[in-house]
T-cell receptor, first 113, second 109 residues
Framework: DTGVSQNPRHKITKRGQNVTFRCDPI?????LYWYRQTLGQGPEFLTY????????KSRLLSDRFSAERPKGSFSTLEIQRTEQGDSAMYLC???????????FGSGTRLTVV | KNEVEQSPQNLTAQEGEFITINCSYS?????LHWLQQHPGGGIVSLFM???GKKKHGRLIATINIQEKHSSLHITASHPRDSAVYIC???????????FGTGTRLTIIP
């Protein structure tokens, strides 16, 4: 297993376009998390899955954001009608159990122009 | 006031110096993480603590649950230690981490 994989690493898009990011967690990890990090800040929680069930969503996750984890494996995060304020690093993490620890991906850096 | 606060925000030191980064939090926690983030953005987990002290190579992490405070120490610092160090807590009954804003460490040769 090569760890948590995120694709793409970088995405530049025009305002108003839709974008989709993918996260492939460590295969035996049932928990998957999405975080967003803006410049100079620590990551902020967006949403969390246990297997295929989305168990928690942050108020940061507006109606333009949707996340899925079909079959409890990889996850996708879609942003519709992107805005410049969506420019950030989107980080994915997975864990087997929260008190065992987390593995983070390298992130997807989104730039909305 | 943020639930997790780190100090200092920025730290520049000479190679070989002993480094201390501090983290204070305001909630009851089940675990605290120290993470390292390099300019490319990826985050590496250094330690997860719920009590006491852990050591890995030149890195030492301590936590005082009563005082709600943790420290990350780096001995014999090296330029390759230059990175952002982030403290994050897992509060009771929660699945998500709450992060500090990070400490940018620069080690000068």
């Amino acid at each position: 297993d090569t760890g948590v994989s995120q694709n793409p690493r970088h995405k530049i898009t025009k305002r108003g376009q839709n974008v989709t990011f993918r996260c492939d967690p460590i295969s035996e990890h049932n928990r998957l998390y999405w975080y967003r990090q803006t410049l100079g800040q620590g990551p902020e929680f967006l949403t969390y899955f246990q297997n295929e069930a989305q168990l928690e969503k942050s108020r940061l996750l507006s109606d333009r954001f949707s996340a899925e984890r079909p079959k409890g494996s990889f996850s996708t995060l879609e942003i519709q009608r992107t805005e410049q304020g969506d420019s950030a690093m989107y980080l994915c993490a997975s864990s087997l159990e929260s008190l065992i620890g987390y593995t983070f991906g390298s992130g997807t850096r989104l730039t909305v122009v | 006031k943020n639930e997790v606060e780190q100090s200092p925000q920025n730290l520049t030191a000479q190679e070989g110096e002993f480094i201390t980064i501090n983290c204070s939090y305001s909630v009851g926690i089940s675990a605290l993480h120290w993470l390292q983030q390099h300019p490319g953005g990826g985050i590496v987990s250094l330690f997860m603590l719920s009590s006491g002290k852990k050591k890995h190579g030149r890195l030492i992490a301590t936590i005082n649950i009563q005082e709600k405070h943790s420290s990350l120490h780096i001995t014999a610092s090296h330029p390759r230690d230059s990175a952002v160090y982030i403290c994050a807590v897992l509060s009771f009954g929660n699945e998500k981490l709450t992060f500090g804003t990070g400490t940018r460490l620069t080690i000068i040769p």
